[in-house]
């Protein structure tokens, strides 16, 4: 069953269908799907009535005789898709024959289907959209894996589909069959085995809607070979049953009363905003929360511009690479207004020295984070922004941010002491410089998609994240190879905006046969690659933690050799390679990717191996450790830090 539990029982009672099903009947001819009206995909709607309602209001369109891959195309019109990264193959291949006369569904020919997985992923986390990817049965459905497993942490709404071998054949291992579903099965919110190609319509329009409502999250829907083949009626709206998934959106007004209380008593809170902000499109209800209280705040790793990071509350992203103030803040607070963030252990550190004075507002879509790591003192289920805007209803007549004064100008002087930096090397270009500089060139309308190692960590740091969905990375999972493939579906659903894929010499050598696609289907990616030469992350704890012995880190991608080139490889694909080596051409070089808009840009960006990411909290161990260089804890001003400490 779907993810979420339901804190009513009486909720389970429920049942979300859709009503204005029309009786099958004969139809005299077979329609292309693109005769089916085309409907917008509504974003973001996390509610879950009677009627689905992340579905759109649909038409009602009379029975058809079709067969099941028409069915799965008109079916997945008929939800709104536009856009379906994918790779053909055996079992699904029936579905593609119809998608070729589709003039609404743009299918996308991936070089590999992990590349799909997070271009789908991409495309939804830029848009609040779902993202859809389609592969084979077996080997085409286990390279899904990965990137439904990201999406999966990440809480991404996409849905996958996937071919299966004929019914009939299905647990004889045959030709190119995988159990994709019980792979899938804890890594997906929901996953469907459809063997009847009259489930078809049904089974898109529950796999859209879960993915979309509640807590969003990948939807896997595996249908065998003959179900496309069949021959069946198609109809929509169909009927979906989802009995007990019933989503809890609206916040109880008890707990809001509490959470305001605990708020008004408080003397040191802190906003602990996490990636269900960013999903519920929390960002203005929460920087009106923030006015109107004049709380400090902190934007965890997958919340990164859910607040403007240049407001003055703003202390930046807490845990294991997070700056001084939002880690200190964290630990001295004596009240958590938790939002859509899980006390993941990136974050807490040791979880049992964590925040040790804090009581705990704890709201979230998803009932099973909360109290999963910390207890709550006031548990909140429901949609965050609602969450939020019913916070601001409670506290607007009766909130004193004077109250807050003394607190304020402790954690501001934590910001002004300890700023987020890096030292310039003596030889050799700093790659936090290179970052910065791709920033503050490129500026806030533009998408940055990061890889997983030290340079997601300076891009998490060192660009200004002004809006939701600006930032988009792997979190939960750490997926290297994210980044190129999510930059690309970031780019496919919003064509206009600057996307820059921020990437390792190591990740971008696990995806970036994804340029090809990019170049062959227009989708101009920028591409920034960090080359270190090495495999940083791990070299930098090897650094720290194995006496400098440096097992299986370089990469010889740019100290001693080129292997690849990747300007010459950026070039095979008929893209633009550039590189640079100096800090006096970054500007320039910069300057001449944003002026290419027609193919992707590739710029290898050959840094210094040994920078490393500061500040850091070593993994397992308190906050409190937070050290800002090499054995350098931050060093307090004692006397202004107040008796509490
Ligand atoms: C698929 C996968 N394999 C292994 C890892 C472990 N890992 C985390 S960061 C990292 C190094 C990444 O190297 P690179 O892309 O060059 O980034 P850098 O840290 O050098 O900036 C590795 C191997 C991972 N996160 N994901
Ligand atoms: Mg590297």
Not at 258 to 275: F, S, W
Request: negative net charge; contains cysteine; glycine residues 8%.
């Amino acid at each position: 069953m779907p993810r979420e539990r339901h804190t009513d029982p009486a909720d389970q009672e429920q049942v979300t269908t859709v009503t204005n099903v029309q009786a099958p009947k004969a139809a005299s001819r077979i329609p292309s799907p693109a005769q089916v009206t085309p409907l917008q995909h509504k974003a973001r709607d996390r509610s879950a009535g009677d009627v689905p309602q992340a579905l759109p209001d649909t038409p009602p369109t009379p029975p058809i005789q079709v067969t099941g891959a028409q069915s799965l195309v008109l079916s997945l019109e008929s939800v709104g898709v536009d856009t379906v990264f994918g790779i053909p193959g055996g079992a699904i291949l029936p579905a593609y024959d119809p998608l070729l006369d589709s003039v609404k569904v743009r299918h996308i020919l991936v070089r590999h289907e992990q590349g799909a997985g997070h271009a789908a992923e991409g495309y939804a986390s830029a848009t609040g959209k779902v993202g859809v990817c389609m592969a084979t049965s077996g080997p085409g459905a286990t390279n899904l894996v990965t990137a439904i497993a990201d999406a999966f942490l990440d809480s991404v709404p996409i849905v996958a589909i996937t071919g299966q071998v004929n019914s009939k054949t299905i647990g004889t291992d045959a030709f190119q069959e995988a159990d994709i579903r019980g792979i899938t099965m804890p890594i997906t919110k929901h996953n469907f085995l459809i063997t009847n190609a009259d489930e078809i319509p049904s089974a898109i329009a529950a796999a859209f809607h879960i993915a979309a409502t509640g807590r969003p999250g990948p939807v896997l829907v595996d249908i065998s070979k003959d179900a496309l083949t069949a021959k069946t009626t198609f109809s929509w709206p169909p009927q979906v049953d989802l009995p007990g998934y019933r989503p809890v959106t609206r916040p109880h007004p008890k707990q809001i009363k509490a959470a305001a209380e605990l708020i008004r008593a408080a003397k040191k809170p802190v906003l602990y905003i996490g990636g269900g902000a960013i999903r519920s499109g929390a960002s203005e209800s929460l920087k009106e929360l923030v006015e109107l209280t004049q709380i400090p705040l902190v934007t965890t790793l997958m919340a990164r511009g859910a607040v403007p990071d240049t407001h003055p509350l703003h202390l930046g992203m807490p845990g294991m690479h997070g700056s001084v103030p939002a880690v200190t803040a964290l630990q001295k607070a004596d009240l958590l207004i938790t939002l859509g963030a899980r006390f993941d252990d990136r974050v807490t550190g040791d979880l049992a020295s964590f925040a040790p004075e804090a009581k705990v507002i704890h709201a979230d879509i998803d009932p099973a984070e909360i109290s999963k790591n910390r207890q709550a003192d006031v548990p909140i289920v429901g949609d965050i922004d609602e969450v939020v805007r019913e916070l601001i209803g409670a506290l607007k007549d009766d909130i004193d941010p004077s109250r807050f004064t003394p607190w304020r100008e402790r954690t501001t002087g934590w910001k002004r002491d300890f700023p987020v930096g890096y030292t310039t090397p003596e030889e050799g270009l700093s790659p936090q410089y290179v970052i910065e500089r791709i920033g503050a060139l490129t500026g806030p309308d533009a998408t940055y998609v990061a890889g997983v190692g030290q340079h997601q960590m300076w891009a998490a740091q060192f660009v200004d994240y002004e809006r939701p969905n600006s930032w988009l990375n792997s979190g939960g999972a750490g997926t290297m190879g994210y980044s190129v493939p999510a930059a690309m579906g970031a780019k496919t659903a919003e064509p206009d905006r600057t996307v820059w894929a921020i990437d390792g010499d190591g990740c971008f050598q696990m995806t970036n046969q994804e340029l090809a696609t990019c170049v062959i289907n227009n989708i101009p990616i920028k591409v920034a690659i960090i080359n270190n030469s090495s495999l940083g992350m791990v070299r930098q704890w090897q650094t720290l933690f194995y006496n400098e012995r440096y097992s299986n880190t370089d990469l010889h991608t740019a100290i001693g050799a080129r292997v690849p080139d990747f300007v010459k490889l950026a070039d095979a694909y008929g893209c633009v390679g550039l590189r640079c080596e100096r800090a006096e051409d970054v500007d320039a070089t910069i300057a001449k990717a944003l002026e290419i808009n027609d193919v992707p840009v590739v710029i290898d960006f050959v840094v210094e191996r040994d920078a490393m990411v500061w500040p850091m909290v070593p993994a397992g161990v308190s906050n409190d450790m937070v050290t800002v260089a090499r054995s350098m804890a931050p060093v307090w001003d004692r006397e202004s830090e107040g008796e509490d400490d």
